[in-house]
Every structure is written in C-alpha cells, then in structure tokens.
C-alpha cells in the first residue's frame, strides 16, 4: 500500500524559509514522478513542483520558479520542498503526489497517490 506523509508545514514571517517533506512508502519510487501541489483557501489546488525521481530532473510553476527547490533523498525515500523567500500567497495547504509514469506534469490527474496535505501559513 503506497503512503505518502508530509511534514514541517508550519508558520512563518514573509522573506523567512520551511522545507517539507514527503516520506514515500509501499513502492520502489525509483521510476516515479513525485511532485508539489498546494491549495489556497477558497482557490482551487495547483501545481508547485515536480521532480523525476530517476533522473532528477525538476519543474516549477512560474510563481515560485527560483524561490522553491525539490531536491530528494533516495536512502530515505523522501522528497522536499524547500522554500526560501516566502510571500503572503504562499498560504496553503501542501500536497505531496506521486506519478508511476514520471511524466514530469504539472496536471494534477496524472498523480495516482496523495498525501493528506501540511498548512503552510507566511504572516506578513
């Protein structure tokens, strides 16, 4: 049974940093895709980031392109988010996600597994 935990959402002043993480368990993530999504309230949920875990090949949404990273740990199974330079319109709740066929999207129904999602709140 594939899992996937979030962790280390939280609050923070605008200009400071969080890293989140994704533990991945129930499947060889390998060949996977694994990416960010995040919802703000009374928005619908979009795309953060995504990394093709194989190659380690990432891609980010335009908003937090240069603020954002999605590096991995593979002994771990766990995928980040690192962010930096966090505005107001960070508010939301993360979502962890995983692709089986690592396509590297950024459309949400090309993730087969979800994780429960961690609030992130930037106070400004």
């Known amino acids: 049974q594939v899992q996937l935990v979030e962790s280390g959402g939280g609050l923070v002043q605008t200009g400071g940093s969080l890293r989140l993480s994704c533990a991945a368990s129930?499947?060889?993530?390998?060949?996977?895709?694994m990416g960010w999504f995040r919802q703000a309230p009374g928005k619908e949920r979009e795309f953060v980031a995504t990394?093709?875990?194989?190659?380690?090949?990432?891609y980010y949404a335009d908003s937090v392109k240069g603020r954002f990273t999605i590096p991995r740990d593979d002994t771990k199974s766990t995928v980040y988010l690192q962010m930096n330079s966090l505005k107001p319109e960070d508010t939301a709740v993360y979502y962890c996600?995983?692709?089986?066929?690592?396509?590297?999207?950024?459309?949400?129904?090309?993730?087969?597994?979800w994780g429960q999602g961690t609030q992130v709140t930037v106070s400004s």
């Open positions: 996600a995983a692709d089986q066929y690592s396509s590297g999207s950024s459309y949400q129904h090309e993730y087969d597994y």
């Open positions: 129930g499947r060889t993530f390998s060949s996977y895709g």
């Open positions: 990394i093709i875990w194989s190659t380690g090949r990432t």
